[in-house]
């Protein structure tokens, strides 16, 4: 049965709401966190953001492998280090808990550079192009998983 899952976001995805609403939304991840957290009352919904690719890695590592800080999966929106992290995809591997890779924008649709993912050969899957709503998509792949 899963229990606790983390959501980890990468670099300008604490800009969401600002950045480039017509492509990422006008909400802050914030802002949609409790509305996500209420439709899995039984799971435990962590939250982690960090610009630094090192902190990213350092936090997947805390709780990827059990004990107090384990967790029963990762949803990770690496952006922009999605298309350039061999460290990332890595760190993926060495995990015990499955990981799900999330796009807020349909990455297929946009610049070329995006259509490449470093980290998707890493994890269980790959969900993108349904907004905040990919996430909760992310967290119901996780959960069926159990």
């Excluded at 982690?48 to 350092?58: A, F």
């Amino acid at each position: 049965m899963i229990k606790k899952i983390l959501i980890i976001n990468g670099p300008n995805l604490n800009m969401l709401g600002r950045r480039e609403p017509g492509i990422y939304g006008s909400s802050s991840f914030d802002d949609y966190l409790p509305q996500l957290r209420s439709l899995f009352p039984d799971i435990e919904v962590d939250y982690y953001q960090s610009n630094i690719e090192g902190c990213l890695i350092d936090r997947m590592q805390q709780a990827g492998f059990g004990g107090d800080e384990g967790v029963d999966g990762i949803v990770l929106n690496a952006g922009a280090y999605t298309h350039t992290s061999v460290a990332l995809q890595d760190c993926i591997r060495s995990l015990r808990c499955p990981v799900i890779e999330v796009h807020i924008s349909n990455v297929h649709r946009r610049e070329e550079f995006r259509h490449r993912s470093m980290i998707s050969c890493a994890c269980l899957g790959v969900i993108c192009g349904f907004g905040l709503d990919s996430y909760r998509l992310a967290v119901e792949a996780i959960k069926g998983q159990s």
